[in-house]
């Protein structure tokens, strides 16, 4: 269990693939949707696609000649919502105590 956890995790880890996952929050889309919202190559894409799929976190489908991603599991959401709350009280905490120190981040 431990290593699907840390292969869950690490699919996520990429800044990339979360830019990807935020973009399928709004609506599914395909390849060449994704690549034009986020000016990267098309190749990359498709590979940070793939891991994502193979994570479980992204499902396809045909749709005619294009191949349309989204998000298989919502909950996905949360988790990401979560670590960016533990994130934003870290800092706080950070800056509090440099406060304090009288120091600058």
């Not at 292969?7 to 996520?12: D, M, Q, T, W």
């Amino acid at each position: 269990m431990e290593t699907l956890i840390s292969e869950f995790l690490k699919a996520i880890s990429n800044p990339t693939r979360l830019r990807i996952i935020e973009l399928l929050k709004e609506k599914p889309m395909c390849v060449c949707d994704i690549w034009n919202a986020l000016n990267e190559e098309q190749s990359s894409i498709s590979k940070h696609l793939n891991e994502l799929k193979k994570a479980g976190i992204v499902d396809s489908r045909r749709d005619g000649l294009r191949i349309v991603y989204s998000v298989n599991n919502p909950r996905i959401f949360e988790i990401i919502e979560t670590t960016k709350e533990i994130i934003r009280k870290e800092i706080e905490k950070k800056a509090q105590i440099a406060l304090k120190k009288g120091e600058t981040l």
